[in-house]
């Protein structure tokens, strides 16, 4: 099931770290979120979505019956600075 990224007004930026999910977890981020920025250190993620923390995390198999990931989802805020790619800033600010 994909997730509905739907209306981009009421998408909310989250991080999304994963433990030993390796390439297992990044292709389901993919799968699951084609619109993610591509992925950076091994088990970090970042998603734009009108999904919940929770429903991320259940989702992506991180919580739930059928849960085969350890992880946790954190929601951002506005609130962030640094130096990085471009491509990262206007990921952020689309």
Known sequence: MMADNGD??????????????GQEAAERV????P????????????????QLSHEIAATLKIKGDDRDLTGVVFRLNSSYSGFFSRSLWEWLDD
């Open 8 to 21: 981009a007004a009421f998408e909310r930026t989250y991080l999304v770290l994963v433990r030993d999910g």
């Open 30 to 33: 993919k799968k699951e979120y």
């Open 35 to 50: 619109n993610a920025y591509p992925p950076g250190p091994d088990g970090v993620f970042l998603i734009k979505t009108k």
